[in-house]
């Protein structure tokens, strides 16, 4: 029966992530309504983000600027 024990803790799905309440197939992935705006209110204040290093490379925004204005014109 150990086995059996095991397989089914596998099998089993991850919470809510707002509230970490059992998921409810209606409101997938979440387990109500309000979780759902709630996190959908966090997207929109910016609360989630993904970190970026200083030493990442960034593009120069003026050089972006200028290819789209070129692309626009139908020079690239």
């Known amino acids: 029966m150990e086995v059996s024990a095991k397989v089914n803790e596998t099998k089993r799905e991850p919470a809510c992530p707002t509230c970490r309440a059992p998921?409810?197939?209606r409101f997938r992935p979440f387990c109500s309504a309000?979780?759902?705006d709630?996190?959908?209110?966090?997207?929109?204040?910016?609360?989630?983000?993904i970190p970026?290093?200083?030493?990442e490379e960034r593009p120069d925004p003026?050089?972006?600027a200028e290819v789209a204005r070129q692309r626009s014109q139908g020079l690239l």
């Open 62 to 64: 003026t050089e972006i």
């Open 34 to 36: 309000r979780c759902a």
């Open 38 to 49: 709630v996190d959908l209110q966090r997207w929109l204040q910016n609360r989630y983000a």
């Open 23 to 25: 998921r409810s197939p």
């Open 52 to 55: 970026v290093g200083e030493d």
